[in-house]
């Protein structure tokens, strides 16, 4: 029901847009968050965003670099990322939360996308 997408392969320096589509139900009125899993790592949360999209939270590695956004309309989330790093590389992940406030606790996210893998070479 989520289906996250833009991934790829960019230089250091570079940028991609992530997109999250949601089918099969309305979000509107859910919390999203998009997390990230590098290859033996634990699976951390990127930035998060309430229901209405006035509130948004990011990860102090990505804060001022990465830009969560969300049209209701369109059922879609999105996540801008510039400035990209090497630390960067990893599958990332959409979810969404039923508290439609905003969240980073991922036990609160109750449908997850299948991901999509970033890749940043130095």
């Known amino acids: 029901q989520l289906q996250a997408s833009g991934g790829g392969l960019v230089q250091t320096g570079g940028s991609l847009r992530l997109s999250c589509a949601a089918s099969?139900?309305?979000?509107?009125?859910?919390?999203m968050g998009w997390f990230r899993q590098a290859p033996g790592k634990e699976r951390d949360v990127v930035a998060a965003i309430n229901w209405s999209g006035d509130s948004t939270w990011y990860a102090d590695s990505v804060k001022g670099r990465f830009t969560i956004s969300r049209d209701n309309a369109k059922n879609t989330v999105y996540l801008q990322m510039n400035s990209l790093k090497p630390e960067d590389t990893a599958v990332y992940y959409c979810?969404?939360?039923?508290?439609?406030?905003?969240?980073?606790?991922?036990?609160?996210?109750?449908?997850w996308g299948q991901g999509t893998q970033v890749t940043v070479s130095s």
């Open positions: 099969g139900r309305t979000f509107s009125s859910y919390g």
């Open positions: 979810a969404a939360a039923s508290k439609g406030w905003l969240t980073i606790n991922s036990y609160d996210y109750n449908y």
